[in-house]
């Protein structure tokens, strides 16, 4: 049973540049989460996507954006990308009854911004 | 609004000794506590939760948990620490809606 699965691992940007992540749920979760985490700090809630939509979102620009897919599988787009946004992305799949329940977390994808 | 706290950047402890590493939190409602552990450039993995019940959670590893409400704490405890118990620990909170706040982590050392 394939966990939960991102790409790409690492990727290096230049400010001003978009940047697409994406992100695979573990079988059988229909919720997917994304999670900022910069240097030393502690995961930062981005948004969260059921149904194919947006269903809360946390303190980031419009910059920041997202798609869910039919299959669950979702997407993490970052425009006009800034220093600041270098950071790991974390996505986090779980199941709709587990909303209060615990978040299953892929390995990241480091995103270097210079 | 919900947030949580982790007051200790660090907690160093020998081998073989009990750990404490402490949360705590603020939340409207009844809160839904967690515990998660993260290796170096890996992602989060879960340890252990509290929803309702009896304050005292057992998880993962032979990790544990004591969650006080009177306190608003959530201490993530250990009788006897390992080596490979050293990592970033974070405390998260959910208030019953979909957001899932996680504080700034506490490194645990174990020495040998």
């Known amino acids: 049973d394939a966990g939960v699965t991102q790409s790409p691992t690492h990727l290096i940007k230049t400010r001003g540049q978009q940047v697409t992540l994406r992100c695979s749920p573990k079988?059988?979760?229909?919720?997917v989460s994304w999670y900022q985490q910069a240097l030393g700090q502690g995961p930062q809630f981005i948004f969260q996507?059921?149904?194919?939509?947006?269903?809360q979102r946390g303190n980031f620009p419009d910059r920041f954006s997202g798609h869910q897919f039919p299959n669950y599988s979702s997407e993490l787009n970052v425009n006009a990308l800034l220093l600041g946004d270098s950071a790991l992305y974390l996505c986090?799949?779980?199941?709709?009854?587990?909303?209060?329940?615990?978040?299953?977390f892929g390995e990241g994808s480091r995103l270097t911004v210079l | 609004a919900q947030s949580v706290a982790q007051p200790e950047d660090q907690v160093n402890v020998a081998e073989g000794n009990p750990l404490t590493v402490k949360c705590t939190y603020s939340?409207?409602?009844?809160?839904?506590l967690f515990w998660y552990v993260q290796y170096p450039n890996r992602g989060l993995q879960f340890l252990l939760k509290?929803?309702?019940?009896?304050?005292l959670v057992k998880g993962s590893y032979g990790f544990e948990a004591e969650f006080n409400k009177s306190q608003t704490s959530f201490h993530l405890k250990k009788p006897s620490a390992l080596v490979s118990d050293s990592a970033l620990y974070f405390c998260?909170?959910?208030?019953?809606?979909?957001?899932?706040?996680f504080g700034a982590g506490t490194r645990l050392f174990v020495k040998a």
């Open positions: 079988s059988g979760h229909d919720t």
């Open positions: 996507y059921y149904e194919e939509e947006e269903r």
């Open positions: 939340v409207s409602g009844n809160p839904y």
């Open positions: 509290y929803i309702t019940g009896d304050n």
């Open positions: 998260a909170v959910n208030g019953g809606g979909f957001k899932t706040i």
């Open positions: 986090a799949s779980s199941p709709l009854q587990g909303d209060t329940g615990e978040l299953f």
